[in-house]
């Protein structure tokens, strides 16, 4: 067999000077002035007249404002500022703007703990924490900060500062893993990383000027700040961010009330979206099609969507190091049990798990890899040189993802190295399995991993949630079923040594706030008592 194909050769390197900032808000023909390029929602039923609405104008010169009030603060270009805001449009101004003045932006989730929050703050050492009043009591002693009544200062008085041009390679914003492989790693991030992002465009995101993209995540995730505003704002198109009271049923409305034209979330939105008939007598005639990333998308559900709303939803996979990078998308025609294939321009690779850093074959499994020259791919893990020297191999960045190519260039992906699970000795995928047992009857949600049955004796289970009605609450009958059920239909799907030994129902799986299931945390819902596989009590 030949060596696989690496996509095209890279792109051009980013324009020098260069600032993140001034690529997505500075005046530019896409961005006509009086144009609105950022809506919030507070209330999903109000007229969107009430919405927060900023015109490309007014962000323009807000942002500037916002780095003139942090370097009056006496934060200096390099420097870090710590943003704990919450789900509002000043943890848009406050990363956009700091990354104006050159200032490094730090965004993070309002649900860390006082514990995690120190660990932020130790690790990467801000010289600013910008924080809204209920989160200012998780913050450690002797921090530095302001909150939005200087922010409102800044907006009101401040004279907008220049945007500060230079290399492209200067950091602009860090972000923190979820820790979900271990301890949150700081990912570094240059300012030509929003050049990095242009094959998306057509690669994935299909978006363009007057184009309206909803976004359902919060302000402080980089899938939100990237796909929900870099992308649409570097392209002309308007941001659209809801922050009002959850329900998992509103998207739809909100498709409706903001004349949407592309819909982005993580797969778990989407399936609680049907679920709850979100899209029932629902307009989308705007709508083009949706995205979704973040976790792999089920076979499944992706038909259940194309099949209640007749749009195409379009997967990506990707991670903190490089933004997404594989997509299927307009363009790219959808494959079942992949999410697509590498962007225009990407150098991928499968790399052997072991051994010189040559390329594999097409239908080889290996680490999923790309070339360390490609702009979007991250400066380095702050402060861990030694995390840095394990992440490339030769020229390729390796992430830990398992896949193989299949002959026509499309990804299929097998999980992480780090949550392959050992079976009788066969390395078995958990995302296998789960978009499997995602199709068996009464299957409303599902992961999978390894649990210690008794010293030495580690089993695959799986943990569900039953879909509305398919269970009795009360009827222990009824769940033994339901269980046996689900190990019968692994059974007649799966190779015997990828079928779960047991089924632990539950009300809902433990996840990130970003909506990926923390396998790690499954076994503690281990139950010895849960139902074992047709062959038997594990041995």
Same mark, same amino acid.
């Given at each position: 067999?030949?060596?696989?194909?690496?996509?095209?050769?890279?792109?051009?390197?980013?324009?020098?000077? +260069?600032?993140?900032?001034?690529?997505?808000?500075?005046?530019?023909?896409?961005?006509?002035?009086?144009?609105?390029?950022?809506?919030?929602?507070?209330?999903?039923?109000?007229? @969107?007249?009430?919405?927060?609405?900023?015109?490309?104008?007014?962000?323009?010169?807000?942002?500037?404002?916002?780095?003139?009030?942090?370097?009056?603060?006496?934060?200096?270009?390099?420097?870090?500022?710590?943003?704990?805001?919450?789900?509002?449009?000043? /943890?848009?101004?406050?990363? +956009?703007?700091?990354?104006?003045? $050159?200032?490094?932006?730090?965004?993070?989730?309002?649900?860390?703990?006082?514990?995690?929050?120190?660990?932020?703050?130790?690790?990467?050492?801000?010289?600013?924490?910008?924080?809204?009043?209920?989160?200012?009591?998780?913050?450690?002693?002797?921090?530095?900060?302001?909150?939005?009544?200087?922010?409102?200062?800044?907006?009101?008085?401040?004279?907008?500062?220049?945007?500060?041009?230079?290399?492209?390679?200067?950091?602009?914003? @860090?972000?923190?893993?979820?820790?979900?492989?271990?301890?949150?790693?700081?990912?570094? &991030?240059?300012?030509?990383?929003?050049?990095?992002?242009?094959?998306?465009?057509?690669?994935?995101?299909?978006?363009?000027?007057?184009?309206?993209?909803?976004?359902?995540?919060?302000?402080?995730?980089?899938?939100? @700040?990237?796909?929900?505003?870099?992308?649409?704002?570097?392209?002309?198109?308007?941001?659209?961010?809801?922050?009002?009271?959850?329900?998992?049923?509103?998207?739809?409305?909100?498709?409706?009330?903001?004349?949407?034209?592309? +819909?982005?979330?993580?797969?778990?939105?989407?399936?609680?979206?049907?679920? &709850? &008939?979100?899209?029932?007598?629902?307009?989308? /005639?705007?709508?083009?099609?949706?995205?979704?990333?973040?976790?792999?998308?089920?076979?499944?559900?992706?038909?259940?969507? !194309?099949?209640?709303?007749?749009?195409?939803?379009?997967?990506?996979?990707?991670?903190?190091?490089?933004?997404?990078?594989?997509?299927?998308?307009?363009?790219?025609?959808?494959?079942?049990?992949?999410?697509?294939?590498?962007?225009?321009?990407?150098?991928?690779?499968?790399?052997?798990?072991?051994?010189?850093?040559?390329?594999?074959?097409?239908?080889?499994?290996?680490?999923?890899?790309?070339?360390?020259?490609?702009?979007?791919?991250?400066?380095?893990?702050?402060?861990?040189?030694? *995390?840095? =020297?394990?992440?490339?191999?030769?020229?390729?960045? !390796?992430?830990?993802?398992?896949?193989?190519?299949?002959?026509?260039?499309?990804?299929?992906?097998?999980? %992480?190295?780090?949550?392959?699970?050992?079976?009788?000795?066969? %390395?078995?995928?958990?995302?296998?399995? *789960?978009?499997?047992? =995602?199709?068996?009857?009464?299957?409303?949600?599902? $992961?999978?991993?390894?649990?210690?049955?008794?010293?030495? !004796?580690?089993?695959?289970?799986?943990?569900?949630?039953?879909?509305?009605?398919?269970?009795?609450?009360?009827?222990?009958?009824?769940?033994?079923?339901?269980?046996?059920?689900?190990?019968?239909?692994?059974?007649?799907?799966?190779?015997?040594?990828?079928?779960?030994?047991?089924?632990?129902?539950?009300?809902?799986?433990?996840?990130?706030?970003?909506?990926?299931?923390?396998?790690?945390?499954?076994? =503690?819902?281990?139950?010895?008592?849960?139902?074992?596989?047709?062959? $038997?009590?594990?041995?």
């Amino acid at each position: 067999m030949s060596p696989q194909p690496q996509s095209q050769p890279p792109r051009a390197d980013a324009p020098e000077p +260069f600032n993140l900032t001034a690529y997505c808000l500075a005046p530019a023909p896409q961005r006509p002035p009086d144009r609105v390029g950022l809506i919030v929602i507070h209330d999903a039923d109000a007229p @969107l007249a009430e919405a927060e609405q900023w015109t490309f104008g007014r962000l323009d010169v807000a942002v500037r404002q916002v780095a003139a009030g942090l370097l009056a603060e006496g934060v200096r270009p390099g420097e870090r500022v710590l943003l704990r805001l919450g789900n509002t449009s000043d /943890a848009a101004l406050l990363f +956009f703007g700091a990354m104006a003045a $050159g200032i490094v932006a730090v965004p993070t989730s309002s649900m860390l703990t006082a514990d995690e929050v120190a660990f932020v703050v130790g690790d990467a050492e801000p010289a600013l924490v910008a924080v809204a009043p209920e989160l200012a009591a998780a913050l450690p002693a002797g921090v530095r900060a302001v909150g939005p009544a200087q922010i409102v200062g800044w907006l009101r008085d401040a004279d907008p500062t220049a945007y500060r041009m230079a290399s492209p390679e200067e950091p602009a914003f @860090l972000v923190y893993t979820s820790g979900t492989t271990g301890e949150p790693k700081g990912v570094l &991030h240059a300012h030509r990383s929003a050049w990095g992002r242009r094959p998306m465009y057509a690669g994935w995101l299909g978006v363009g000027p007057g184009d309206t993209l909803l976004h359902a995540g919060a302000f402080n995730w980089t899938y939100t @700040l990237g796909v929900g505003l870099t992308d649409p704002w570097a392209n002309g198109a308007t941001g659209a961010i809801y922050n009002g009271p959850k329900d998992p049923s509103v998207w739809g409305r909100l498709i409706e009330r903001c004349s949407a034209t592309i +819909f982005a979330a993580v797969p778990g939105v989407y399936r609680q979206l049907l679920a &709850h &008939h979100g899209v029932d007598g629902v307009d989308l /005639a705007t709508l083009r099609h949706g995205l979704t990333a973040g976790e792999a998308l089920s076979p499944e559900l992706h038909a259940a969507w !194309v099949a209640q709303t007749g749009r195409p939803l379009y997967e990506a996979l990707g991670m903190s190091e490089i933004s997404t990078y594989i997509s299927a998308g307009p363009d790219v025609p959808t494959r079942v049990g992949s999410p697509g294939r590498p962007q225009p321009g990407r150098r991928v690779a499968i790399l052997p798990t072991d051994g010189p850093p040559e390329p594999l074959p097409a239908g080889e499994t290996g680490l999923l890899a790309v070339h360390r020259s490609d702009p979007g791919l991250m400066l380095g893990y702050w402060r861990r040189p030694d *995390e840095d =020297a394990r992440a490339y191999r030769g020229e390729w960045f !390796v992430g830990g993802d398992l896949a193989h190519l299949d002959p026509d260039g499309y990804v299929i992906h097998h999980g %992480r190295a780090d949550d392959v699970m050992n079976a009788q000795g066969y %390395r078995v995928s958990p995302q296998e399995v *789960e978009r499997v047992l =995602a199709g068996a009857p009464g299957v409303g949600d599902v $992961g999978v991993t390894e649990v210690e049955a008794r010293p030495g !004796v580690r089993i695959i289970v799986a943990f569900v949630v039953p879909r509305v009605g398919a269970v009795a609450p009360a009827d222990d009958g009824d769940r033994t079923a339901y269980r046996q059920a689900i190990l019968t239909y692994a059974a007649q799907h799966l190779a015997a040594y990828k079928v779960p030994r047991a089924v632990v129902v539950m009300a809902e799986l433990p996840r990130t706030a970003n909506g990926k299931i923390l396998r790690r945390e499954l076994p =503690a819902w281990w139950d010895s008592s849960a139902a074992t596989s047709p062959g $038997g009590t594990p041995s």
